[in-house]
């Protein structure tokens, strides 16, 4: 069983920068871990993902602003939001995948003010 916890999140002013952080417990092996986020009355959406040797991907809302890492030896993920803008406020979950079964987190919440 793997249980993902993520950290950071909070409210910020529209520009500033936030990290938030996944720690997913458990041994099992994880062949990619991923943000996502889901604003009020919105569907939820793919944010960032990285794969155990580094590929990632990025939303192209988020792209140039947001950064993904990964301790793969901690099964940690890492999201380094800068520049952020009001539309950036959601709850971000993070997903951790292993070849047989995906693990959500219970999300945290970031709030751009204007």
């Known amino acids: 069983q793997v249980r993902p916890v993520e950290s950071g999140g909070g409210l910020v002013q529209a520009g500033g920068s936030l990290r938030l952080s996944c720690a997913a417990s458990g041994s099992i092996s994880l062949k990619a871990m991923a943000w996502y986020r889901q604003a009020p009355g919105k569907q939820r959406e793919l944010v960032a993902r990285?794969?155990?040797?580094?590929?990632?991907n990025y939303a192209d809302s988020v792209k140039g602003r947001f950064t993904i890492s990964r301790d793969n030896a901690k099964n940690t993920a890492y999201l380094q939001m800068n520049s952020l803008e009001p539309e950036d406020t959601a709850v971000y979950y993070c997903?951790?995948?292993?070849?047989?079964?995906?693990?959500w987190g219970p999300g945290t919440q970031v709030t751009v003010s204007s």
């Open positions: 990285i794969t155990t040797d580094g590929r990632t």
């Open positions: 997903l951790a995948e292993s070849v047989r079964v995906n693990y």
